[in-house]
């Protein structure tokens, strides 16, 4: 009742807001759309794809055959268990979690090790760290690279912080690997990826607008600083390109770091409560001082500096629109968008002890 209290008054406060700065919800839904379709879109879609089809495919037992050995340090079995950690290193945290919550829900994959896997897959992608973050926003191919390596790393430090305190529970039972119980086709992995799309688009698109009316606001007239760690703790693509505009590469990693709502949201629903976000969000709080150690210590070594630079236009125009009606389109769909966030916490998997 609570929870439901909540979601009502938080989306009676935004639909207030979006009444009132249309132009602002204007403008952060256009700024969500061109980022979904220029980059999200492309990269995620065909990978979610793939990575359907690799799951229900033997070839998957060789995939994740070389990170065996580290993957036993952490307790974690079976090789499409550790093939999902590759998996997840290249795709991103989406195809992270989407991978996680198939495997918990074919029971081969314990609670324990589902969030293990999360603290050491959930990442940015090389495309968006490496050819983005760095060859775009930064100009530098080598630091984005950089950064990428400094990001697994101190994934491998968080989790390995998260199982020393996360002991196995002997109650918990450890099931055997088993081949996949259904196959997979292909129309049945492109129906899963837009199912998946769509979700991490409709988290986007959100918070987006969320960031745009809330900083419209006028208290932040005299405290622009902030508004790039207000933007990277709602989304993290925005926030790394406002701090690269800022010239602040200590920023760029908060934000690889913290993740932002929009990821804790697209990740609580692509998993749909089989795995706790909770020693997720404590392994990224190890992870946030980790690397900002790492980029100091390894900043020492790089000659000279990086001229940063934004590629998002300053603002977005709506064409051929009347803002009440922006307005009107866009609350729906943010109620539409809290409305799935309430389902996926009412999921059976959170009465799961």
Not at 91 to 97: I, N
Not at 122 to 134: E, I, Q, T
Not at 331 to 347: D, E, I, T, V
Request: hydrophobic share 50%; glycine share 12%; with cysteine.
């Amino acid at each position: 009742m609570n929870q439901s209290f909540g979601l009502g008054a938080a989306a009676l406060v935004l639909g207030a807001a979006l009444l009132a700065c249309p132009e602002a919800a204007a403008q952060g839904f256009g700024e969500g759309l061109r980022l979904c379709g220029g980059s999200l879109l492309p990269a995620l879609f065909p990978f979610f794809v793939v990575c359907e089809l690799l799951m229900a495919s033997p070839l998957i037992r060789w995939l994740g055959a070389p990170l065996c050995p580290l993957a036993r340090r952490y307790g974690l079995r079976g090789r499409r268990n550790v093939a999902v950690l590759l998996l997840g290193w290249v795709g991103g945290y989406a195809v992270c979690a989407r991978l996680v919550a198939r495997l918990r829900g074919e029971g081969v994959l314990s609670r324990r090790e589902g969030s293990l896997l999360l603290a050491l897959g959930c990442c940015s992608g090389p495309g968006f760290v490496v050819g983005c973050v760095g060859g775009q926003l930064l100009g530098s191919v080598a630091l984005g690279t950089l950064l990428y390596g400094i990001q697994l790393a101190a994934n491998l430090i968080a989790a390995a912080c998260l199982a020393r305190i996360w002991r196995p529970d002997p109650g918990e039972a450890l099931p055997a690997e088993e081949p996949p119980r259904d196959p997979v086709t292909l129309p049945g992995a492109i129906g899963r990826a837009v199912d998946s799309s769509l979700t991490v688009c409709g988290c986007v698109l959100f918070f987006r607008v969320v960031y745009r009316l809330a900083a419209a606001l006028p208290w932040w007239a005299g405290h622009e600083g902030a508004l790039p760690f207000l933007s990277g703790c709602l989304e993290i693509s925005a926030g790394c390109a406002d701090f690269a505009a800022a010239g602040s590469l200590p920023g760029v990693c908060f934000c690889l770091s913290v993740l932002g709502l929009s990821v804790f949201a697209q990740l609580a629903a692509l998993l749909d409560g089989c795995v706790p976000l909770g020693p997720l969000a404590a392994a990224r709080v190890i992870h946030l001082v980790v690397m900002q150690l790492l980029i100091r210590l390894a900043l020492r070594s790089l000659p000279g500096e990086a001229e940063v630079f934004s590629s998002l236009a300053p603002r977005v125009v709506v064409l051929r629109r009347e803002a009440p009606d922006t307005a009107l389109a866009v609350f729906f769909f943010l109620c539409a968008a809290l409305y799935q966030l309430y389902k996926s916490r009412q999921s059976p998997y959170n009465k799961d002890k």
